[in-house]
């Protein structure tokens, strides 16, 4: 079945460091893959999305790239700030599968100043 | 931005009580979904919805029912609470239609505490 695997974390960043968070995923076909984002106390959001091979997403200085050679999205920004703590989930949606998202278990980021 | 809503934020109860949890989304979305959340952070699916009087057991079984009789609602119900069902709950909904690409709209979740 379909499966997302992400870096464990928690993630310690001074700010304006570089982030990578790594993501891949396991799926048969060709599924849109996403990076949702869980601030403290709040419901998750989406951030970025990509739907078909070698498209960026991008949103709030974060980017990622579809790549489906080595089945990866991973997650980057090119300078964090102690605003972008939150836990951030990399999920696909496969083809065939209607619209069930699945996730992976999500990685803390934490900047400090 | 998001217009769905669950409730209670913060839920503390007794083993053996029924409970509800409640989920409303004012965005006419066919699709909604119950995630649980472990402490871990991971998201399991536990039900989905296609529309009313559509209801699907997700990945991860559950003890919970829901049910869909309006558009806009999607509670989940828990007989009989028990130390296990400690969790987060979360709610989500996804526009009609489209081909893959659609995000999920998520409340900001129960936190339910069962001693």
């Known amino acids: 079945g379909d499966s997302v695997t992400q870096m464990e974390g928690p993630v310690t960043l001074s700010e304006e460091a570089f982030l990578t968070i790594n993501c891949t995923y396991t799926?048969?076909?060709?599924?849109?893959l996403f990076w949702y984002v869980q601030y403290p106390g709040e419901g998750l959001q989406l951030l970025l999305k990509?739907?078909?091979?070698?498209d960026k997403g991008s949103n709030k200085g974060f980017e990622a790239t579809y790549r489906k050679e080595t089945t990866s999205f991973h997650l980057e920004k090119g300078s964090v700030q102690v605003s972008d703590s939150a836990v951030y989930f990399c999920?696909?949606?496969?083809?065939?599968?209607?619209?069930?998202?699945?996730f992976g278990t999500g990685t803390r980021l934490q900047v400090t100043l | 931005e998001a217009d769905i809503y669950q409730t209670p934020r913060y839920l503390v109860i007794g083993t053996g009580k029924k409970i509800t949890l409640e989920c409303s989304q004012t965005?006419?979305?066919?699709?909604m979904y119950w995630y649980q959340q472990d402490p871990g952070m991971e998201l399991h699916l536990i039900h989905y919805?296609?529309?009313?009087?559509?209801?699907e057991k997700g990945d991860l079984s559950s003890e919970s029912t829901v049910s869909r009789i309006r558009t806009e609602h999607f509670p989940l119900t828990l007989e009989s609470a028990r130390p296990s069902h400690t969790s987060q709950y979360l709610c989500?909904?996804?526009?009609?239609?489209?081909?893959?690409?659609?995000?999920?709209?998520f409340g900001s979740g129960t936190q339910l505490s069962v001693l």
């Open positions: 989500a909904s996804s526009p009609n239609g489209g081909t893959g690409g659609e995000k999920l709209f």
């Open positions: 799926a048969t076909g060709y599924p849109s």
């Open positions: 990509a739907t078909k091979a070698d």
């Open positions: 999920a696909l949606r496969g083809t065939g599968t209607a619209s069930k998202l699945t």
């Open positions: 965005m006419g979305h066919d699709k």
């Open positions: 919805s296609y529309g009313v009087n559509s209801t």
